[in-house]
C-alpha cells in the first residue's frame, strides 16, 4: 500500500532519484527517462479522457491503470533479483498486451481500410489520441534503447508498441468512425 503524507522530501535536490529496489540514479538516466516518459503518457490519456465517454472512457481509463502498472515496471531494475524482493515487483503481464489486441480488432473492424495516411487531427478527442499515439511512440523508444543498456521486461516494451496501435484505430473510432479523418495529400501545397 502506497502512504503519501509528505510530497516534498528534498531527496531530489542533488539531481538524484530512487527506483524502485531503492537504487538511486541520476534523474536522466535512460530507466527514470522512461518511465518519466510513460508518466507524461499518462497525464495526456487524463486530457483525453476529457472528451470520452462511455466504453472509450472505460478503456482509457484502463489504460492509465496500466501505465501505473507500466511505471512501476520500468522503476524496478533487477528483474533478475525479482524473487528475492521484499514484495513480488509488479511487472508487466501479457494478458494486458492480448486485452490491448483484442480492443484494437474490435475497433478496427467497423473501420473502412485506410487508402491514405492520416494526419493528427479531427475530432477533438481524437487529436488527443493522436498526442498519446506519439508519445506513446517515444515512450517506447525510450524503453527499446533501455533494453540496449540494462534488462527490461519484455512485456513492457510490447505493451507499449501495441498501445500506440490502439491510439491510433481508437482516434479513427473517434473521427466518426474513420469518415472524418484528415487524409495527407502528397505534395498539396507545393
Not at 524503453?143 to 490502439?166: C, G, H, K
Request: hydrophobic share 40%.
Amino acid at each position: 500500500m502506497v502512504v503519501l503524507n509528505k510530497i516534498y522530501t528534498r531527496t531530489g535536490d542533488s539531481g538524484k532519484t530512487a527506483l524502485g529496489n531503492g537504487e538511486r540514479v541520476a534523474k536522466y538516466s535512460g530507466r527514470v527517462t522512461a518511465y518519466g516518459t510513460v508518466d507524461e503518457l499518462n497525464s495526456f490519456v487524463g486530457v483525453a479522457r476529457l472528451e470520452a465517454e462511455g466504453e472509450m472512457d472505460a478503456a482509457l481509463s484502463r489504460i492509465q491503470n496500466d501505465l501505473f502498472d507500466l511505471g512501476a515496471d520500468l522503476c524496478r531494475p533487477d528483474m533478475d533479483k525479482d524473487a528475492e524482493a521484499d514484495y513480488p515487483p509488479l511487472r508487466m503481464a501479457p494478458a494486458q498486451i492480448e486485452r490491448l489486441e483484442a480492443e484494437i480488432d474490435t475497433m478496427n473492424a467497423d473501420l473502412e481500410p485506410l487508402r491514405s495516411f492520416i494526419l493528427p487531427g479531427g475530432a477533438p478527442l481524437a487529436a488527443h489520441l493522436h498526442v498519446c499515439r506519439t508519445v506513446s511512440r517515444r515512450a517506447e523508444r525510450l524503453a527499446v534503447e533501455l533494453t540496449n543498456m540494462e534488462p527490461v521486461n519484455v512485456a513492457a516494451v510490447t505493451y507499449l508498441n501495441r498501445l500506440s496501435d490502439w491510439f491510433f484505430v481508437a482516434a479513427r473510432v473517434a473521427n466518426n468512425g474513420g469518415k472524418d479523418d484528415v487524409l495527407w495529400v502528397p505534395g498539396a501545397n507545393r
